[in-house]
C-alpha cells in the first residue's frame, strides 16, 4: 500500500533529511587517506545522535540479508555498488567511495546516498560520478504530479545507457516514510507512462546505481551483504529523499 503523507509530515521527514545530510557532509569530510570505514560509520553516528535522531539502516534486517546491518552508514568501495559494511578497511588515495546513510527523526525516515573519490579522480572516475548524479537529477525531475514512476525510472535509464553503464536489476528506490522501505519501488530503468502515479504527499528514495562496466551483473560478496561487480569494474551511487509536491520536486534530503 502507498502512504500519501500529511504536509506536517513532510516537514518533519525535511528535518529527519537535514540530519542525514548533515551525517554524509560530515563523513565526506573526513574520508582521507589512512581513515577508516569504521571511523566513518561512528562520526556518521554522533551526528545523528546529537541531533537526537536514531540512525535508520542500524540492525535492520530485510528478506535478503544473512544478519541484521551492523552499521550506520553503507561504505562501499571500488568496484562494491551497494551495501558495503563499515569495516577496518582503511582509505587509499584514488578509492571510489559511495556513502549511503538513513535516519529516524520523530519517527519519519530519510535516506541518501553520496559517491567520491579519496584525492583527485581519474577521467574515468570523475565521468562515472557526473553521470550517476546527473542520473539522480533526471529522476528527481521527472517526480511531478501527473507522471508515473515509470518516467522516474526511464529518466535514469536514459542517462545511464546513453552513457554506456550498466544499471543492476533488482535493487533501486523506493517509498519512505514511517518506514525506509515502502511501497512503491522505483526502478532504475523503465517504461515512460507506467506505474504507480505521483501525487502530492508522495515521497521516494530516488538511487541510481551506475556500472563503469557496462555489464548489469552483480554478486554478494561473502559477507552477506556487500554487492559488488562481476566484471570489478567501479560504481556510483547517489541518493536523495524527494518529496512530490503541487510545487515540484523538493528534495528533503538537502542540508
Ligand atoms: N539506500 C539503501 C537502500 O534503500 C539503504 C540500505 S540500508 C541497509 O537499499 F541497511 F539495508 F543497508
Ligand atoms: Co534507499
Redesign the pocket.
Request: charged content about 20%.
Given at each position: 500500500m502507498v502512504e500519501i503523507k500529511t504536509d506536517a509530515a513532510l516537514e518533519t521527514m525535511r528535518e529527519s533529511g537535514r540530519v542525514t545530510a548533515r551525517a554524509l557532509a560530515a563523513v565526506r569530510e573526513a574520508a582521507r587517506p589512512g581513515v577508516s570505514l569504521r571511523d566513518l560509520d561512528e562520526i556518521a553516528h554522533a551526528v545523528i545522535r546529537d541531533a537526537g535522531a536514531k540512525p535508520a539502516?542500524l540492525d535492520?534486517h530485510?528478506g535478503f540479508?544473512p544478519t541484521p546491518?551492523p552499521g550506520v552508514i553503507?561504505a562501499s568501495v571500488n568496484d562494491a555498488i551497494?551495501?558495503g559494511i563499515p569495516t577496518d578497511y582503511r582509505l587509499r588515495d584514488g578509492d571510489l567511495l559511495s556513502v549511503?546513510c538513513?535516519a529516524y527523526l520523530d519517527g519519519w525516515a530519510s535516506?541518501s546516498?553520496i559517491s567520491f573519490t579519496i584525492g583527485e579522480a581519474d577521467a574515468e572516475d570523475q565521468r562515472l560520478l557526473d553521470t550517476t548524479r546527473e542520473a539522480l537529477n533526471a529522476g528527481i525531475a521527472a517526480a511531478v504530479v501527473g507522471a508515473r514512476i515509470g518516467d522516474i525510472a526511464h529518466a535514469i535509464g536514459r542517462v545511464a545507457r546513453t552513457a554506456g553503464y550498466g544499471i543492476p536489476d533488482g535493487?533501486g528506490g523506493?517509498g519512505i516514510g514511517r518506514r525506509?522501505?515502502e511501497a512503491p519501488d522505483v526502478p532504475n530503468e523503465g517504461r515512460p507512462g507506467r506505474g504507480y502515479p505521483l501525487k502530492h504527499g508522495l515521497v521516494l528514495?530516488i538511487?541510481p546505481m551506475l556500472l563503469a562496466g557496462g555489464r548489469d551483473d552483480y554478486h554478494p560478496a561473502a559477507d552477506g551483504?556487500t554487492l559488488r561487480t562481476n566484471d570489478g569494474s567501479r560504481a556510483a551511487h547517489f541518493?536523495h529523499t524527494v518529496a512530490i509536491t503541487n510545487e515540484g520536486p523538493r528534495i528533503l534530503t538537502l542540508p
Open positions: 539502516f535492520y530485510p540479508a546491518y553503507c551497494v551495501h549511503d538513513g535516506d546516498a535493487f523506493h525506509m522501505h528514495a538511487e551483504w541518493e
